[in-house]
């Protein structure tokens, strides 16, 4: 069942590309990545208490939250 629901989602993502803002469909669709910004130690720290994760989850939290446009956190 985890396939079709891979499938599912895809599909869903699919037909949603119409409604994307012009600027963020274009990077998604040349497979352009944002530049992850610089993180302090301290935010990490934060990031990692306040959300009960380990330091990996934390940082891709703070990117996404950093990042202008989309973000796709896998795990």
């Given amino acids: 069942m985890s396939r079709l ?16 803002e ?7 669709l040349a497979g352009r990545a944002a530049r992850m910004p610089r993180l302090t130690t301290t ?9 009960n994760v ?3 989850q ?6 996404a939250m950093e990042s202008k446009g989309f973000a796709l956190i896998q795990g």
Avoid: C, V, W
Wanted: aromatic letters at 10%; proline letters at 7%; a negative charge.
């Fill in 5 to 20: 629901s891979t499938a599912i989602r895809e599909f869903g993502a699919l037909k949603g590309l119409p409604y994307y």
């Fill in 22 to 28: 012009p600027e963020l469909l274009s990077d998604i």
């Fill in 43 to 51: 935010a990490i720290d934060d990031a990692m208490g306040a959300y």
């Fill in 54 to 56: 380990n330091e990996p």
């Fill in 58 to 63: 934390a940082k891709a939290i703070l990117g």
